[in-house]
């Protein structure tokens, strides 16, 4: 038995039920950021009113990332899992502040950003799976 193993053995149900929530809350997140994106595309293909959707929607799972820093530390996940929470919310951030710079070069960002976004929501959400399935 390796120590891998006899550390996931010990762990407690209630310490596995959180791990398997902060999976749940990255994939969720992931999720929500594909259905902004969607909703984007609508304001860009069908019609601009959609935009009021794409800037309302954002604050539904926005703060999805603090609740996934809470559930890491109270599932003693790794630095990696803390990371990505933070990472997520300075990435937020970003969005916020190239959304209202309409007519820059810097704007054009924001859809790429919301791509790293999801890029690392759904990264981070295959990690996660894979260290707590073991």
């Known amino acids: 038995m390796t120590t891998t193993d006899w550390v996931m053995k ?3 149900r209630r310490t596995r039920w959180v ?3 902060y999976v749940g809350l990255l994939a969720l997140f992931a999720v ?3 259905v902004q994106i969607y909703i984007a595309g609508m304001a860009v293909f069908i019609d601009p009113a959609n935009w009021g959707m794409h800037m309302g929607f954002v604050h539904a799972f926005e703060l999805l990332p603090l609740l996934m820093l809470v559930v ?3 599932g003693g996940l790794p630095r990696t899992f803390k990371a990505i929470p933070v990472v997520l919310s300075v990435l937020i951030s970003v969005q916020y502040a ?3 710079l309409y007519g820059s070069y810097v704007a054009a960002i ?3 950003n919301g791509m790293v976004i999801l890029g690392v929501a ?3 959400t295959k990690r996660a799976w894979s260290q707590v399935a073991r």
């Open 98 to 100: 190239t959304a209202h």
């Open 32 to 34: 929500c950021v594909v």
């Open 10 to 12: 010990t762990v407690s």
């Open 19 to 21: 791990r398997y929530s």
């Open 72 to 74: 890491a530390f109270l």
């Open 110 to 112: 924001h859809p790429v």
């Open 122 to 124: 759904v990264d981070g």
